[in-house]
């Protein structure tokens, strides 16, 4: 798990109701991910950031938001809007290498996940 | 190797054999390897990374070897203890306007008998 922390590490949601995962940092890390995990399945990446108060949508965007306002935070919401959120929830860091045009993610360190229920 | 769906490929072994997990991965421009380590209900865990402009890294107990002309991973652990049990995935990224991004393969089940 390394310097990333994942809370709560249960978490239960009603049918409409938004929910915040938190994931915070202290390894300096210049880019941060958030993975969505199904039961038997790979990892789908669901949102990224490269640097503060900017991220990218991954493969799997709807229905989640994030913000990056400070280096360490990266939190994750999970909205009304997502039709099927039950899953588990990995945040990832890594430093970024290379010049701006070719750069290349260093390796990716995880978080010790978020289980999401929905009752 | 991997596989689609929920029917991840499995590995039994026993305690002291050597391990060989398999992974095609699908994208030429790929440059960069990971393999990860996940036990039940926590976060991978990173093991070994390979670059394209290498066949073969060692770690230890742990050598991963790359053909990039048949795109093809593979993850050899020595002397397979009951610890290694888990879930291994193989990850790679693209780098270039991809260079956040790792694309997972489904994963492998290994299990150590003692």
């Known amino acids: 798990d390394g310097g990333i922390t994942q809370s709560p590490k249960y978490l239960f949601r009603k049918e409409g109701q938004n929910v915040t995962l938190s994931c915070e940092q202290n390894l300096n890390h210049d880019a941060m991910y958030w993975y969505r995990q199904d039961p038997g399945q790979g990892l789908r990446l669901i949102y990224y950031?490269?640097?503060?108060?900017?991220?990218q949508k991954g493969d799997i965007a709807e229905g989640y938001s994030v913000s990056r306002e400070k280096k360490e935070s990266f939190p994750l919401t999970v909205t009304s809007a997502q039709k099927n959120p039950t899953a588990f929830y990995l945040c990832a860091s890594s430093t970024l290498l290379g010049l701006a045009g070719t750069r290349h993610t260093d390796t990716q360190y995880f978080g010790p996940g978020t289980r999401l229920t929905v009752l | 190797g991997e596989s689609v769906g929920l029917h991840l490929p499995t590995l039994s072994v026993q305690e002291g054999d050597n391990s060989i997990i398999n992974c095609a991965y699908s994208?030429?421009?790929?440059?960069?390897f990971i393999w990860y380590k996940q036990e039940s209900g926590k976060g991978p865990q990173f093991i070994i990374d390979i670059r394209s402009n290498m066949d073969k890294r060692q770690g230890q107990r742990v050598t991963v070897l790359l053909n990039k002309t048949v795109k093809h991973l593979s993850l050899q652990i020595a002397a397979t203890q009951p610890g290694d049990s888990a879930v291994y995935f193989c990850?790679?990224?693209?780098?270039?306007?991809?260079?956040?991004?790792?694309?997972f393969g489904q994963g492998t089940i290994l299990t150590v008998h003692p």
């Open positions: 990850a790679e990224n693209a780098g270039g306007t991809s260079y956040g991004k790792l694309t």
């Open positions: 994208n030429s421009a790929s440059d960069y």
């Open positions: 950031s490269q640097i503060v108060n900017d991220f």
